[in-house]
């Protein structure tokens, strides 16, 4: 049994002596017989440490290993040795949410530094200290536009992540929220096929656009902000905290509110999660931010200190009158993206989106020679883009698997099925051309 | 009896206090972009042979960004420096006891932190298929199994991120279960005493909070629930033990009259870590049950997240889960699988993969004996840092605590009036303890809620207590207190007054 409880049984008797009783059963005493579980736990006998890190091991060597061009808001980025030592510090690694502000000045100024560095990508004044995932970031974005106009229709790109799109609609399911999809053509939103002011609908709350879009496309906002500006709608821009190195800022082409999934900067794909929803908004709308806000200041002294400030937003103030219950966030994820992020630079930064871009235009100009492949969308792409395959994609990403690639996700855009792919800083040429050499194989 | 035993233990040192800590202090940290340099770089990149087309030749040239948005321009050795100096400025577990109530501030195995490092965990993409991510998915398997198994119920998500994601998960689920039976409920109960976060998931989920006052032994009454049960409550929301650190005695009667009259009970996970092998949320009579993963399973807490909330249910609610679900087959491999009626996704992927990976190995760690033992040591520690406070603190409630302890300081009995719940956290700090929590929860006024956790030993314990008495009766502390933290009392009001949340507000505020 693992040694993390320190008493010995001395000590348990010594203590048990000390408050008058007899025996550990009487420490439970307020539950009542009849609640209590016979036999102890159904679960196996506790490891040793080795035998744990050997089990994890054995778990951990029965995923395959393959070359992995799949996107989709989640990204093969190599990772800094520097953002991986500074947070894994235990210090940041087992501190909890920073309540006294005297002993979490740490915890706190990384996260000003971060929320420095989300506005600067996203292009607005404020940012959050995080929430879970790009996906809860859509639907914190949401609530924000619908307290802000007390409507409850929003327009959602069909360039959106479909994963988020379905999160919406699961975590408003209780409270009527009316999401219209607005088409694509050519993989960039159609604006003109939204609902027109003799439609008779309610007017959005929000309108939601990605750039780029889940297609990989350059899907420009200022088409969106002036369909948010006819309708007085919130702008709500999701942007690749990567592609920031190359294309214009959400906040400097008219969004309210930018949302982004912050995985790509410094966190490892590990199946998921712990993932980072970055958040910023527009000073309008400053007092509906959810989740925490770390603000400078001084401390009695006058010395430069940090504290988590406009508390009285949040969930353990207002209770049912908040506007998001996000609590435990993914602070440790937003130091890692500070860490990662000051590691690239402002040069850095900029190389990282270009390099991504160059590989994607390689490898798309490389399948389109591919008979048979064909572009699923014809707009610009930046560092991701989606293909039709003479093929189902599922057997194509099953058959790739035996090459050695996981070639991507599957894709639906404008009615027809495809392959989203996407290509970081670590494929090489010679890697691009055995995927290519490889897909024109499985789909023959 | 072993010769070689000291059977002093007060003359032991306190392995969890941290009042020798910091090496060198006094001084003001910069911020990261004070150490900017135009120029200065750390990132390299691999060779890849790919054509190196220009950005103009990249992106249509109104959509390009003319110049880089400005991060940060450092060298490696600076921004090591600097990141390495703020972790020197922060409190953590690893450096000391952390009794917050409620936060079930535990040490964290340091073999759980290896096996969220492996490659093959990490390396993993969470869009590949099933038959290529075999690992993942048994993990998955695994621990949802081990987490029915500990709640007595029968099935399980892994999606929720948090705590409150779990809450409003839990909530769906209960509304989608009315919505199927055709009866479409308004009201969710939940105690005066309940966090934060459960009122508002109420109100996300689209029902109206009823909160419920605590009696005078802090614990919910049968009569005051059956007072509010009119066929419009969709089901009770509870914390058990509560966040008083009560046990709530009366829940199986409670189950009784809110399935009676239709409703379902929801279980807060949030204190789980008392009751581990004693009794399990099934065994009262709860319906839906969400665990914090970073509470009770070793998961550390991150400075605040991330987290894990899964969501676990009994038989008729399975079919409602978050999609999709791991399932075993037959011949042993893994797959996913949507439940039939799946209320939809309430995670970008499959949840905080990483987490739960850590929660998985703490569970093999512990094994049934020792997560046994986990809570039986939590609950002793618990009631032997209430006695060592009584006398000396108000104690609201007489009974023996569960997992924490809620004290006052308002007219109490060992301390110089007008000694606040602040007084003592700020000074505490100066003793080489973080704070426990203080205000919460709400219906104790001036409230210390403290929660020593498992892993903290005896002797650190007695230092705990002892350092909280003599804090408690040096009085009214003042803005002077703390003293030996890297900076003193921090200005809050001042930083809600002029708010300058990041360093570009600062500079904009020095340029005026």
């Known amino acids: 049994m693992a040694g993390y409880v320190p008493h010995t049984d001395e000590d348990f008797s010594r203590m048990l002596a000390d408050i008058g009783m007899a025996s550990i059963d009487e420490l439970f005493g307020a539950v009542p017989e009849v609640l209590r579980l016979a036999g102890g736990l159904d679960l196996p006998e506790g490891l040793a440490e080795h035998e744990v890190a050997d089990t994890m091991s054995a778990l951990a060597r029965s995923n395959r290993e393959l070359v992995c061009f799949a996107g989709g808001g989640a990204y093969d980025h190599d990772i800094s040795s520097v953002t991986r030592a500074l947070a894994g510090r235990s210090e940041f690694v087992t501190a909890y949410t920073p309540y006294q502000p005297e002993v979490a000045q740490g915890?706190?100024?990384?996260?000003?530094?971060?929320?420095?560095?989300?506005?600067?990508?996203a292009g607005l004044p404020v940012a959050n200290a995080s929430v879970y995932d790009g996906a809860t970031a859509l639907v914190e974005a949401v609530n924000v536009a619908v307290a802000a106009t007390g409507r409850s229709t929003v327009w959602v790109s069909a360039g959106t992540n479909p994963h988020w799109v379905e999160c919406l609609r699961t975590l408003s399911a209780g409270r009527d929220l009316q999401i219209i999809e607005i088409p694509t053509r050519d993989g960039v939103t159609n604006w003109h096929a939204a609902p027109g002011e003799?439609?008779?609908?309610?007017?959005?709350?929000?309108?939601?656009?990605?750039?780029?879009?889940?297609?990989?496309?350059?899907?420009?906002?200022?088409?969106?902000?002036?369909?948010?500006?006819?309708?007085?709608?919130?702008?709500?821009?999701?942007?690749?905290?990567?592609?920031?190195?190359?294309?214009?800022?959400?906040?400097?082409?008219?969004?309210?509110?930018?949302?982004?999934?912050?995985?790509?900067?410094?966190?490892?794909?590990?199946?998921?999660?712990?993932?980072?929803?970055?958040?910023?908004?527009?000073?309008?709308?400053?007092?509906?931010?959810?989740?925490?806000?770390?603000?400078?200041?001084?401390?009695?002294?006058?010395?430069?200190?940090?504290?988590?400030?406009?508390?009285?937003?949040?969930?353990?103030?207002?209770?049912?009158?908040?506007?998001?219950?996000?609590?435990?966030?993914?602070?440790?994820?937003a130091i890692a993206a500070m860490v990662q992020l000051s590691w690239l630079g402002t040069m850095g930064l900029r190389e990282l989106a270009t390099r991504c871009a160059r590989g994607t235009r390689y490898l798309r100009e490389a399948l389109l020679g591919v008979p048979g492949i064909e572009p699923l969308a014809g707009a610009p792409v930046l560092r991701e883009a989606a293909f039709a395959l003479p093929v189902e994609p599922e057997l194509a990403i099953e058959r790739m698997a035996e090459e050695g690639f996981l070639a991507g996700l599957t894709v639906q855009c404008e009615g027809r099925r495809g392959l989203l792919v996407a290509v970081t800083e670590r494929r090489t040429r010679e890697q691009l051309d055995a995927y290519c050499s490889a897909l024109e194989k499985v789909i023959s | 009896m072993n010769p070689h035993q000291d059977q002093s233990p007060v003359l032991k040192a306190p392995g969890g206090r941290a009042a020798s800590a910091p090496l060198m202090g006094g001084g003001t940290e910069p911020a990261i972009f004070e150490f900017s340099v135009p120029g200065r770089r750390c990132a390299t990149f691999r060779a890849t042979a790919v054509p190196e087309w220009s950005a103009a030749e990249l992106v249509p040239p109104e959509e390009l960004r003319p110049e880089p948005v400005p991060v940060v321009e450092v060298s490696e050795r600076d921004l090591v420096g600097h990141v390495t100096r703020l972790s020197h400025r922060q409190y953590s577990v690893d450096l000391g006891s952390y009794p917050l109530g409620s936060c079930t501030m535990k040490y964290n195995p340091k073999v759980c932190e290896e096996a969220a490092a492996l490659e093959g965990l990490r390396s993993v993409h969470p869009g590949a298929?099933?038959?290529?991510?075999?690992?993942?998915?048994?993990?998955?398997?695994?621990?949802?199994?081990?987490?029915?198994?500990?709640?007595?119920?029968?099935?399980?998500?892994?999606?929720?991120?948090?705590?409150?994601?779990?809450?409003?998960?839990?909530?769906?689920?209960?509304?989608?279960?009315?919505?199927?039976?055709?009866?479409?409920?308004?009201?969710?109960?939940?105690?005066?005493?309940?966090?934060?976060?459960?009122?508002?998931?109420?109100?996300?989920?689209?029902?109206?909070?009823?909160?419920?006052?605590?009696?005078?032994?802090?614990?919910?009454?049968?009569?005051?629930?059956?007072?509010?049960?009119?066929?419009?409550?969709?089901?009770?929301?509870?914390?058990?033990?509560?966040?008083?650190?009560?046990?709530?005695?009366?829940?199986?009667?409670?189950?009784?009259?809110?399935?009676?009259?239709?409703?379902?009970?929801?279980?807060?996970?949030?204190?789980?870590?008392?009751?581990?092998?004693?009794?399990?949320?099934?065994?009262?009579?709860?319906?839906?049950?969400?665990?914090?993963?970073?509470?009770?399973?070793?998961?550390?807490?991150?400075?605040?997240?991330?987290?894990?909330?899964?969501?676990?249910?009994?038989?008729?609610?399975?079919?409602?889960?978050?999609?999709?679900?791991?399932?075993?087959?037959?011949?042993?491999?893994?797959?996913?699988?949507?439940?039939?009626?799946?209320?939809?996704?309430?995670?970008g992927w499959h949840g905080n993969s990483l987490a739960l990976a850590r929660a998985w190995a703490y569970i093999l760690a512990n094994g049934a004996e020792g997560l046994e033992r986990v809570s039986q040591a939590a609950v002793l520690n618990a009631n032997w840092l209430a006695s060592r406070l009584k006398g000396t603190f108000t104690t609201p409630f007489d009974r023996p605590p569960m997992h924490e302890v809620v004290v006052s300081t308002k007219h109490a009995p060992g301390l110089a009036e007008g000694t606040r719940a602040l007084d003592v956290a700020k000074r505490l700090l100066d003793e080489g303890f973080h704070s426990p929590t203080v205000y919460f929860p709400l219906v104790v006024p001036e409230a210390l809620m403290i929660e020593p956790t498992e892993t903290e030993s005896p002797e650190t314990l007695a230092a705990l207590a002892e350092a909280l008495v003599v804090v408690g009766r040096q009085g009214p502390a003042g803005e002077g207190v703390p003293t030996s933290t890297p900076v003193g009392r921090v200005d809050e009001a001042r930083a809600a007054r002029v708010l300058l949340p990041t360093w570009d507000a600062v500079v904009a505020a020095q340029d005026r």
Not at chain 2, 252 to 268: F, K, P, S, T
């Open chain 1, 107 to 121: 915890v706190l100024q990384a996260l000003f530094e971060y929320q420095t560095l989300v506005g600067r990508l």
């Open chain 1, 198 to 333: 003799g439609a008779r609908l309610e007017a959005p709350a929000a309108i939601v656009s990605a750039n780029p879009n889940y297609f990989g496309c350059i899907d420009p906002w200022p088409r969106a902000r002036a369909v948010a500006d006819a309708n007085d709608a919130l702008l709500v821009g999701i942007f690749d905290p990567v592609a920031s190195g190359l294309l214009r800022t959400p906040g400097e082409q008219g969004a309210d509110v930018a949302i982004a999934e912050g995985q790509p900067l410094g966190t490892p794909l590990s199946f998921g999660g712990p993932y980072l929803g970055m958040f910023a908004i527009a000073d309008k709308y400053l007092r509906r931010l959810p989740g925490r806000l770390v603000g400078k200041t001084v401390d009695v002294a006058g010395r430069p200190a940090y504290v988590t400030t406009l508390r009285a937003r949040e969930q353990d103030i207002r209770r049912e009158k908040a506007s998001s219950n996000i609590c435990t966030n993914q602070t440790l994820v």
């Open chain 2, 129 to 347: 298929p099933a038959a290529q991510a075999q690992g993942w998915l048994e993990l998955f398997w695994a621990l949802s199994d081990a987490l029915c198994r500990v709640t007595g119920m029968q099935a399980a998500t892994l999606q929720p991120a948090a705590g409150a994601a779990g809450e409003l998960t839990g909530l769906l689920l209960m509304r989608a279960w009315h919505a199927q039976r055709g009866d479409l409920r308004h009201k969710v109960l939940i105690p005066d005493s309940a966090h934060g976060t459960n009122p508002a998931s109420v109100s996300l989920a689209g029902y109206q909070a009823v909160s419920l006052p605590s009696d005078e032994h802090g614990l919910v009454s049968p009569e005051v629930v059956a007072r509010h049960l009119d066929g419009d409550v969709a089901g009770i929301m509870l914390t058990n033990p509560n966040t008083l650190g009560l046990f709530e005695e009366h829940i199986a009667e409670i189950a009784r009259l809110v399935h009676a009259d239709g409703g379902l009970l929801y279980y807060d996970g949030a204190n789980l870590n008392a009751i581990l092998g004693v009794t399990r949320p099934g065994d009262m009579g709860f319906d839906i049950v969400h665990l914090n993963l970073h509470k009770t399973f070793g998961v550390p807490h991150g400075g605040g997240g991330p987290g894990a909330g899964p969501v676990a249910v009994t038989e008729p609610l399975a079919k409602f889960l978050p999609g999709p679900v791991p399932t075993r087959c037959e011949d042993g491999s893994y797959a996913w699988k949507d439940p039939e009626a799946s209320i939809g996704r309430v995670h």
